[in-house]
């Protein structure tokens, strides 16, 4: 599986942006596709996951009201449409992908050695 993430850019706080993340290869909608970022001087952090039907989803508390993740899986394609941006998202965005298993719970999919498949990463910056 190949993933190509896009739509990043230079935003100042409080605007909307929409990443998006586009695959090639195996049955897209077998996977679980997840978005996690990267600041600077920083550890990659979990910030959003959906299976492979949408019917779970998972957000870290940080984007939690702020963030919403979907799919389109005829197109197969993830977003991350971000709103309400602050400062503190400023990072490179990564999607991952995974087998979507039934059992996997929140906590097991927020970690990034669950991904066995990432993108190059999409940077955004908000300005203050």
């Known amino acids: 599986v190949q993933l190509q993430a896009s739509g990043g850019g230079l935003v100042q706080a409080g605007d909307p942006l929409r990443l998006s993340c586009g695959t090639s290869g195996r049955t897209f909608s077998r996977y679980a596709m997840g978005w996690f970022r990267q600041a600077p001087g920083k550890e990659r952090e979990f910030v959003a996951v959906?299976?492979?039907?949408?019917?779970?989803?998972y957000y870290a508390d940080s984007v939690k009201g702020r963030f919403t993740i979907s799919r389109e899986n005829d197109k197969n394609t993830v977003y991350l449409q971000m709103n309400s941006l602050k400062p503190e998202d400023t990072a490179v965005y990564y999607c991952?992908?995974?087998?979507?298993?039934?059992?996997?719970?929140?906590?097991?999919?927020?970690?990034?050695?669950?991904?066995?498949?990432w993108g190059q990463g999409t940077q955004v910056t908000v300005s203050s």
């Open positions: 991952a992908a995974t087998k979507s298993m039934t059992y996997y719970t929140g906590s097991y999919y927020s970690l990034s050695d669950t991904y066995d498949y």
């Open positions: 959906i299976t492979w039907g949408g019917s779970r989803i």
